[in-house]
């Protein structure tokens, strides 16, 4: 049931220390192509997107208390999340979630997010809706 409502992958989320310095690496190195950097200063991070021809990667640098921060501080830099699409975000959590209060949040680009409870083979899980968010 639940493998219905996923859409694909969306991206793979990397706390970083130094987002200029894993910048240079992915773009200068790498010969990857960044765009949309963005603050999302509820929760703690600066987001910068790296396209990889078959993926986005987000990398995520701590800029104030949230759970970036917090999992620099105990593991590192490192893979955090992996994000998968989704149509709606409230009817995903009802079947993936259902009772558990999980809080939807503006995240980037302007897309409903959130995420899953718990971490699942080291990984936290986000959903993301397709499209921005338009109020009604």
């Not at 773009?27 to 987001?47: C, I, Q, S, W, Y």
């Not at 994000?83 to 259902?98: E, R």
Request: proline fraction near 8%.
């Amino acid at each position: 049931m639940g493998g219905a409502m996923l859409l694909g992958l969306n991206h793979l989320g990397i706390v970083v220390r130094d987002l200029e310095a894993a910048l240079s690496y992915y773009v200068e190195t790498l010969g990857l192509a960044a765009h949309d950097r963005e603050d999302l200063p509820a929760a703690g991070v600066r987001l910068l997107y790296v396209e990889t021809g078959s993926g986005t990667i987000q990398l995520l640098q701590p800029i104030g208390p949230g759970p970036a921060r917090d999992y620099l501080g105990q593991h590192g830099e490192g893979p955090d999340h992996i994000c998968y699409t989704v149509a709606d975000i409230p009817a995903a959590l009802a079947a993936l979630a259902p009772g558990a209060g999980v809080p939807i949040f503006m995240g980037g680009r302007g897309r409903r997010a959130c995420f899953l409870p718990g971490r699942h083979h080291g990984l936290r899980i986000e959903l993301t809706e397709a499209e921005p968010f338009q109020p009604r």
